[in-house]
């Protein structure tokens, strides 16, 4: 997305060329004529250097700063409506989107053809209707200018004739030699039919090599289960049904695949009643996670202590062969607690250990599940099909070395960009004869390939994948591909000898097999439902190996641990505006990476955050910001992924630092090294400035005890008469309680609500515009802190302060009890905000829309004004979604249902936090809630009369400190 | 407030003569040298302020360093500045003509004309803060086809009328103050110009007992309205904060606080501009050592008063007891911006301690730098008020920080530059000294022995 304040300049601006061949030579420079001149794209080769020369001293004169094309043009009414269209209208398609290779079912929603909004696919039985940050940002990546846009060779444009007939010559060479000396690299794809392609590839020419390489996810994974199981196996463990989880460093709540279900799961045994705490959570962790904030005792363990802890849990439990390590005092009191609790609760006790994690602790922790009887709940299942007997990058890498390799095609990943650099990947691919990238990006792999090949958005595909639980999600197109791009399926159909593959065939081919007779209606029916009903393989027999692993003494220094970012994952979503804008939880940073460490660490070394640090593992180093963490374990380090791109566009290039750069090829997400204070430092985009709570009650915490009392109805005075309310009286409770601090309201808000995206700058000088915040927020000691999360988006007070304040009457309150916005007749006095107590309210400090030829807009929701600047915003209660109910209601002649308006929030909230409702209906869900012994009002005694109120979290018994 | 029996103005000095060393500033102008200089330093400002103003309408109000939470800050805290020094100009004139203060006769002119560019240099913050100013219009109760009104529950809404109200008064009373003088420097200027330019603005004065009494009872009746407006134009202005919610805003001590800021600083501006006017123009002897004393005084008492209001706002904290209201008290008295609140203290009431001695009163230089001190400390205060306030609201996860930018800066010289050019004509080509009042007063002194 372009950031009006903060566009950069190409940094070969102000160079003066001694002649432009030289330039024209140059790839950055061919890098950016193709974003800036997409007709240039469509010349031959000859034409265009003609056309290079031509534009050269125009290009000279602006200093390349001119402005740049786009293929987006107006949306224009139809002069006849063809029948079935209704502008307007929004049509909604199951379909799916991919994060590490497994499917995120979503209903996308389209207007006038083009999607704009995803929410949660409901019927989908993986995340039944719920979403994380990704799903909801991936309608943006389809309107990224910055994609490919047309094969290439060599950094010159070419037609897919072209590419179609190069495949034809390489074809013929591989029916010679069997596929000798042909390798197939593939990012993490769990979608059948690429499967099945991959297969008659490989049956075709079976001497072809396939290998597979995931920065993050992947078979990566499943390493660890082998430890402990001797075979690879994917745990989904079922937390609806455990009353006590003890995670050894697991994430589980955090950003990921499995995001989604397991906070469902979890937040559903967590709110078994309504008058207790259900689930409870112990964590020992080594970098503080929302998982560990949302934990009932939670300990800060070094990383390469996690498996002491996990053999002094084993050793508790009576697992032979647990010897008692040598744990401190924190460590032990925590592991009494947590062994305490599992005793108490056997069979619905639960120990969970990271798939980042090592052999030792994978290993200690199955046992522990054995004697705990927890084998059950642990959901072992084979691991979801994927491509048989793929090899690894680093087989790839030493094949190359030996020659063995004369065409390497990759598809769908980045490996110059996202392999250890230890493993040299660049240095290989420039041995390969003719190399072939496929992706929809032309990156840092793309460039280094000899060919190009762009793919469709996810959004404009025809595919499937399966979900992170294994049922197989059908992707359909929402919308016609923008650039002459084809699916990964028509690039494979090529490869497989086929002309001008169609783009469905190869998925239909796929489920024609499978769904047997009455293809078409099933079909149609799984397209509609958005998913395939399959029969679930019966769960293997699993027993936990019996010999431990020890893992190999320490070496000396700090334990640097890598994770992939929250929000960027591993780097693929770099260039999307709306992820490096989101906040990341617990630190509340955007546009970049830090490194995260303890508060210990930061005295020993005088650091504070924004410092610049020089990690350095073996014989690599990178340096970046750090960030001190609270809860941090003294002697680990955190990097995180995603970073430091110079190819992902215009967004995502030179943010941060890359971490893969220090990443061991053999000992992926935890290693040793050291830090160093390099004596310079940098204003981090944080979005909240403070995050100790300072004494203040702004998170409430309450025992079980203390919610019997029964709720006195309490109202400031007021000297103001009350409003009369119309029929529905809209209110939100959020229970904080089930908040996980994972930002995918806010994505979701910022894609129902056309939130601007502003840029760094802009956010370090406080001018983020998200509509809702997730403050974040921990009491106590900086060693061992409590964490907590609110949201807050707008209080709608009935008694509001920004609506005396305003001079012209542009925020005023509705009959249904909704402090409305009127952008249009503000002129931006900032009264509103000025008075504000909760600081919701936000500012179009400058134009902060897309370019009025940019293809964002069409991403923009059309039921909600695009701000201009100089005018006010803030949450709405999404307004547009109360008065299309209002309006199907009315066609019905009957009153709103409890439930029929569902803000974006609400909708995307992965732990169903956020309820909205109508609180004159003694019967809504809202109501009930706001009966709760946790109800709660925020800043109560300003006598705002706040209609957004909250759920007070669930105090951890005695003894937490 | 001085012994009425004393003399101000020295006695050895004919009425003609004053008359003529009065009108003969504009006519002939003593020192253009140091005119001109001053002039291309105030216009140099007035064209930053362009400038910076063009930067503003085409790029947005972000081109300050204001944010989320300190969505205010340079533009309103220099629009109460400004307003608090306007404030002298109609106090000293006004009020002190209905209470007989007959000191008040050499001060009062260019005390009002400082009013009036002060006004207008307040009067253009609020437009130039707008998101969007070009629908500054909409402030105003006109009939719009829709049907809407301005709402009048909001400050900002009462701010419009209050300082247009002080601004038409202020200038009707400046200008009735004129008239006689606008006559007597029409019957000495030779040139045709000079005597067009004068006659038009005299109005036809020719100094009948009909028009002196006419004249006077407007004078007075202005006069009357004036005060008032002194009082209730930053009584408001201190509501735009004190109707928010916001700890260290919403306090019943702000009205006064406000006003007598207003004077304190008002009153420094006064005292810096007789100082200047003085020397400038070799007016000693009828800006006399007399008149600093005097003002010398009424400076010390703003202080005092203003004092209080620092020391009662600390009281109002402490003993509401509420969280939020010590919490802004600590940020305010240790935070980040601290340097405002012990600058404002610093800068307002130490040197101030100096006038409590009759020679540091009467001496220029002294009283200038008190002055000067004063008007900075005040400018702390505004900024203090607005800033420590506002960074650090409520909720912990709002709290934000704010730095001015190059622009928040250029936009204030700026104004500075629009106050000083017309300031600079106005001495130019009118009367800085009240010609029939100091003549007025003289003759009475004079007559005073005999009668």
């Known amino acids: 997305m372009r950031r009006p304040a903060t566009k950069p300049d190409h940094p070969r601006g102000p160079v003066l060329w001694s002649s432009l061949e030289e330039l024209s030579g140059d790839p950055a420079f061919e890098a950016w004529v193709d974003a800036e001149y997409p007709v240039a794209a469509t010349f031959g080769p000859t034409a265009r250097r003609t056309f290079l020369k031509l534009m050269g001293a125009s290009f000279a004169l602006a200093g390349l700063a001119g402005c740049e094309k786009s293929p987006f043009v107006a949306a224009l009414p139809y002069v006849e409506q063809p029948q079935g269209t209704d502008v307007g209208i929004p049509k909604y398609y199951a379909t799916a989107v991919t994060l590490d290779g497994y499917a995120q079912p979503v209903i996308a929603t389209t207007y006038s053809g083009r999607p704009t909004k995803l929410d949660g696919n409901p019927d989908h039985p993986a995340t039944q209707g719920r979403s994380d940050v990704f799903m909801q940002a991936a309608v943006l990546e389809l309107y990224d200018p910055d994609r490919a846009q047309a094969p290439n060779r060599r950094g ?478 003294p002697n680990t380090v955190a990097l995180t992924l995603g970073y430091g791109r110079s190819k992902a566009g215009r967004v995502g290039d030179g943010l941060g630092y890359n971490a893969y750069h220090v990443q061991p090829i053999d000992q992926p997400w935890q290693t040793k090294g050291s830090l160093h204070k390099l004596g310079t430092r940098e204003t981090l985009a944080v979005t909240q400035l403070h995050h100790r709570m300072e004494g203040f009650d702004f998170v409430r915490e309450v025992n079980a005890a203390d919610t019997d009392h029964p709720k006195h109805e309490t109202t400031q005075p007021s000297l103001y008469p009350p409003k009369p309310s119309a029929q529905n009286a809209w209110g939100m409770v959020i229970d904080l309680d089930a908040c996980i601090g994972c930002n995918a309201c806010v994505a979701a808000c910022t894609a129902e609500n056309n939130v601007p995206v502003v840029g760094s700058e802009q956010v370090k000088v406080g001018r983020e515009m998200q509509w809702l915040r997730i403050a974040r927020y921990y009491t106590g000691d900086v060693e061992e802190p409590r964490s907590f999360f609110q949201p807050v988006p707008c209080m709608h007070c009935e008694q509001a302060p920004c609506e005396m304040g305003c001079p012209v009457h542009a925020t005023t309150h509705s009959p249904e009890g909704v402090n409305q916005m009127v952008y249009n007749r503000c002129i931006g006095t900032r009264t509103c905000s000025s008075y504000c107590p909760y600081k919701v309210r936000r500012f179009n400090f400058f134009d902060y829309r897309p370019a009025s030829d940019a293809p964002e807009h069409a991403a923009h929701n059309p039921d909600v004004t695009v701000r201009s600047r100089g005018v006010m915003e803030k949450c709405t209660y999404c307004t547009q979604r109360i008065e299309a109910a209002h309006v199907a209601a009315d066609k019905e002649n009957r009153p709103i249902r409890d439930g029929e308006v569902v803000t974006a929030c609400q909708s995307a909230c992965p732990t169903k936090a956020i309820v909205f409702g109508d609180i004159r209906n003694p019967d809504s869900e809202v109501s009930r809630l706001r009966g709760d012994g946790r109800h709660y009002v925020l800043l109560e005694e300003q006598g705002t009369r706040p209609r957004t109120t909250y759920l007070a979290r669930w105090k951890p018994p005695e003894g937490q400190g | 407030m001085t012994d009425r029996t004393a003399d101000i103005l020295p006695q050895d000095q004919s009425l003609g003569r004053v008359s003529d060393q009065l009108t003969g500033i504009p006519l002939h102008f003593p020192t253009r040298r140091r005119w001109w200089i001053a002039m291309i330093i105030a216009s140099a400002l007035l064209l930053l302020l362009v400038i910076s103003t063009t930067a503003l309408f085409t790029r947005g109000v972000g081109i300050w360093g204001i944010n989320i939470p300190v969505n205010w800050a340079f533009a309103i805290h220099n629009y109460v500045w400004w307003l608090g020094i306007g404030h002298a100009g109609t106090l000293i004139s006004a009020l002190l003509l209905l209470t007989g203060s007959e000191w008040r006769n050499s001060l009062n002119r260019f005390a009002e004309t400082m009013t009036l560019f002060a006004v207008i240099c307040a009067g253009i913050y609020p437009v130039l803060h707008l998101g969007r100013p070009w629908y500054l219009y909409w402030m105003f109760p006109y009939p719009a086809t829709m049907g809407i009104w301005p709402q009048f529950r909001s400050p900002l809404e009462w701010d419009i009328w209050a300082v247009l109200t002080y601004l038409t008064v202020s200038l009707a009373f400046w200008y009735t103050g004129l008239i006689p003088d606008f006559a007597a420097a029409r019957d000495r200027s030779r040139k045709r110009g000079w005597q067009i330019f004068f006659g038009i603005t005299s109005l036809g004065w020719r100094g009948s007992a009909a028009h002196w009494q006419r004249w006077q009872q407007a004078y007075r009746v202005t006069a009357g309205l004036a005060v008032p407006l002194v009082v209730s134009v930053h009584s408001e202005v201190s509501l735009l904060f004190a109707a928010g919610q916001i700890p260290g805003w919403h306090s019943t001590i702000f009205p006064p606080y406000f006003v007598l800021g207003a004077a304190f600083s008002g009153f420094a501006v006064v005292a810096i501009i007789a100082i200047a006017l003085r020397s400038l123009f070799a007016l000693g002897n009828l800006v006399t050592d007399d008149h600093l004393d005097v003002l010398g005084k009424v400076l010390l008492a703003c202080g005092l008063m203003t004092g209080y209001g620092y020391l009662f706002e600390v009281f109002d904290a402490l003993y509401s007891g509420g969280a939020h209201e010590m919490r802004t008290l600590s940020d305010r008295l240790t935070g980040a911006y601290a340097w405002t609140y012990w600058g404002a203290i610093a800068f307002n009431f130490v040197p101030l301690q100096g006038l409590w001695w009759r020679s540091v009163r009467r001496s220029g230089w002294m009283l200038l730098s008190i002055s000067i001190s004063v008007a900075i400390g005040m400018w702390l205060e505004r900024y203090m008020i607005l800033v420590t306030s506002l960074y650090r609201d409520f909720l912990v996860s709002s709290w934000g920080a704010f730095t001015p930018t190059f622009w928040d800066w250029s936009t204030y010289l700026g104004t500075i530059g629009l106050f000083l050019v017309p300031f600079l004509l106005a001495i130019r080509f009118i009367p800085m000294i009240s010609i029939f009042e100091t003549e007025e007063l003289l003759h009475k002194e004079q007559e005073r022995p005999h009668g």
Request: glycine share 8%; proline share 7%.
């Open chain 1, 156 to 633: 010159e444009p070419v037609t897919w004739s072209d590419v179609q007939h190069h495949i034809g010559l390489l074809r013929q060479q591989w029916t010679q030699s069997q596929g000798e000396g042909v390798a197939l690299l593939l990012g993490h794809s769990t979608s059948p039919t690429l499967i099945r392609q991959i297969e008659a590839l490989v049956r075709e020419f079976p001497k072809a090599q396939i290998y597979e390489h995931a920065a993050v996810g992947g078979g990566r994974g499943l390493d660890s289960t082998r430890a402990a199981y001797g075979q690879p196996l994917q745990l989904r463990p079922q937390f609806e049904n455990c009353d006590v989880v003890v995670s050894l460093d697991d994430d589980f709540l955090g950003a990921g695949p499995h995001q989604v279900a397991n906070a469902r799961a979890w937040s559903a045994a967590r709110h078994r009643t309504a008058d207790q705490p259900g689930l409870a959570l112990y964590m020992a962790e080594a970098v503080p996670s929302t998982t560990g904030a949302m934990a009932e005792a939670r300990v800060a363990v070094d990383a390469s202590r996690t498996w002491l802890v996990a053999q002094g849990l084993a050793n508790s439990c009576d697992v032979a062969g647990a010897a008692k390590p040598d744990l401190s005092a924190k460590e032990q009191r925590w592991l009494d607690r947590a062994v305490h609790a599992c005793r108490s609760a056997r069979g619905r006790a639960l120990v969970t250990c990271s798939r980042f994690g090592d052999d030792a602790t994978a290993s200690w922790v199955a046992r522990t599940n054995e004697a705990l009887g927890a084998t059950a709940l642990l959901g072992a299942a084979a691991p979801v099909p994927n491509v048989a007997n793929a090899k690894r990058l680093s087989d790839l890498v030493s094949d190359i070395g030996r020659g063995a390799v004369q065409t390497l095609i990759i598809i769908d990943a980045n490996p110059a960009y996202t392999a250890p650099a230890w493993l040299a990947f660049r240095d290989a691919v420039a041995k390969v004869r003719s190399s072939v990238h496929v992706g929809i990006h032309r990156d840092e792999t793309g460039a280094l390939c000899e060919w190009h090949l762009p793919l469709t958005h996810t959004l404009e595909s025809w595919s499937d994948a399966r979900s992170i639980d294994g049922t197989a999600t059908i992707i359909q197109p929402t919308i016609a591909p923008f650039y002459d791009v084809r699916t990964v399926h028509q690039v494979m159909a090529l490869l497989l000898g086929q002309l001008d593959p169609l783009p469905a065939a190869p998925v239909r081919d796929t489920w024609r097999a499978a769904l047997g007779n009455d293809f078409e209606t099933k079909w149609t029916r799984c397209l509609h439902d958005g998913y395939v009903p399959e029969q679930r393989a019966a769960p293997p027999n699993i027993h936990a190996a019996a010999t431990a692993v020890v893992p190999p003494p320490p070496d000396d220094g700090l334990d640097i641990v890598f994770r992939p970012d929250p929000t960027i994952w591993d780097g693929s979503f770099a260039n999307n505006a709306w992820l490096q804008e989101l906040p990341k939880p617990l630190t509340t940073l955007t546009w970049g990476n830090v490194i995260s460490i303890g508060p210990a660490l930061a005295m020993r070394k005088d650091l504070t955050n924004g410092d610049h640090v020089r990690i350095r593992v073996r014989d690599r180093s990178i340096s970046g910001p750090v960030w001190v963490l609270p809860g941090q374990a």
